[in-house]
């Protein structure tokens, strides 16, 4: 049984930064591609950012790219997701998942390819 937990959200500023942690059970995260999603109040999940197996592929957003980066400890079983630079409209609670598609370099945000899904964290950014 795989299990996600995700960490590290919390209450920024705009401008400020934030770093995300999805710790991930079971011995196959290493062979896994993992993402990032975020659902705002109202609004329907979407896709935020993407990483393959091996972390040589990783895909984002239009509204994250160049301030958000997804990076992964394999030997420590965590994906993170580094933001900068936050905006207000980046408050929203964020899920990662894991795709079961073992040494994939699949990088996308499609969410019917995701097969495991975290609890989500709260991210709060202030104006």
């Known amino acids: 049984q795989v299990q996600l937990v995700e960490s590290g959200g919390g209450l920024a500023q705009a401008g400020g930064s934030l770093i995300l942690s999805c710790a991930v059970s079971?011995?196959?995260?290493?062979?896994?591609?993992m993402g990032w999603f975020r659902q705002a109040p109202g609004k329907e999940r979407e896709f935020v950012a993407a990483?393959?197996?091996?972390?040589?592929?990783?895909n984002y957003a239009d509204s994250v790219k160049d301030r958000f980066t997804i990076s992964r400890h394999n030997a420590k079983n965590t994906v993170y997701l580094q933001m900068n630079s936050l905006k207000p409209e980046d408050t929203a609670v964020y899920y990662c998942?894991?795709?079961?598609?073992?040494?994939?370099?699949?990088?996308?945000?499609?969410?019917?390819?995701?097969?495991?899904w975290g609890q989500g964290t709260q991210v709060t950014v202030s104006s």
């Open positions: 998942a894991a795709a079961r598609q073992i040494y994939s370099d699949y990088a996308g945000g499609s969410q019917g390819v995701y097969d495991y």
């Open positions: 079971g011995r196959a995260f290493s062979t896994y591609p």
């Open positions: 990483i393959s197996w091996s972390g040589g592929k990783t």
